[in-house]
T-cell receptor, first 114, second 115 residues
Framework: AQSVAQPEDQVNVAEGNPLTVKCTYS??????LFWYVQYPNRGLQFLLKYITGDNLVKGSYGFEAEFNKSQTSFHLKKPSALVSDSALYFCAVLASGGSYIPTFGRGTSLIVHP | NAGVTQTPKFQVLKTGQSMTLQCAQD?????MYWYRQDPGMGLRLIYYSASEGTTDKGEVPNGYNVSRLNKREFSLRLESAAPSQTSVYFCASIQQGFAAKNIQYFGAGTRLSVL
């Protein structure tokens, strides 16, 4: 079975400060890892992914995430937060070679204060 | 490209009424999914269809049925709505395979209230 944990329901950060949204996972075999963002009253939008290769992946809107196999983590980061980054962020895992059923975390609400 | 289109966007039902949520994707994706999103619960998979002609139960299938009408369309039916089915429903699709990167594309959601 695969699982995803997002330990923080909410993350608060001041505009201009760096942000981190945490994600840890459990999966059999090699993982495919994803971050999605959801703005109010919208569907989820793809932000970035890790499939293989470089552990640091870069995505949309200046976000990046670091895959750490030993810690089974895939934390989302951004060097300088914007108020417009305020949204709900979901981490997801998919087992490579398995069924195409992603498992999502419960989501972390990011609030960026002016 | 429209991506994933869901209809309706909003719906209010009375307990016991039935309705069908429609979903269509124009990306020629193989797999399609129905999720429900409730506060603090994240996304929970109701049903999915790995390919045209197949459907399988997800985490919370009770009270729902689905139909994969063709490769484009995947509908979700509530036969007898209950207040516990008040939620936001999302349809998603995915193009399988390493080259396709397995990214899911989501519709804008259907906000359903059952009174």
């Amino acid at each position: 079975a695969q699982s995803v944990a997002q330990p923080e329901d909410q993350v608060n950060v001041a505009e201009g400060n760096p942000l981190t949204v945490k994600c840890t996972y459990s999966v059999s075999g090699n993982p495919y890892l994803f971050w999605y963002v959801q703005y109010p009253n919208r569907g989820l939008q793809f932000l970035l992914k890790y499939i293989t290769g470089d552990n640091l992946v870069k995505g949309s809107y200046g976000f990046e995430a670091e895959f750490n196999k030993s810690q089974t983590s895939f934390h989302l980061k951004k060097p300088s937060a914007l108020v417009s980054d305020s949204a709900l962020y979901f981490c997801a895992v998919l087992a490579s070679g398995g069924s195409y059923i992603p498992t999502f975390g419960r989501g972390t609400s990011l609030i960026v204060h002016p | 490209n429209a991506g994933v289109t869901q209809t309706p966007k909003f719906q209010v039902l009375k307990t016991g009424q039935s309705m069908t949520l429609q979903c269509a994707q124009d990306m020629n994706h193989n797999s399609m999914y129905w999720y429900r999103q409730d506060p603090g619960m994240g996304l929970r998979l109701i049903y999915y269809s790995a390919s045209e002609g197949t459907t399988d139960k997800g985490e919370v299938p009770n009270g729902y049925n689905v139909s994969r009408l063709n490769k484009r369309e995947f509908s979700l039916r509530l036969e007898s709505a209950a207040p516990s089915q008040t939620s936001v429903y999302f349809c998603a699709s995915i193009q399988q395979g390493f080259a396709a990167k397995n990214i899911q594309y989501f519709g804008a959601g259907t906000r359903l209230s059952v009174l």
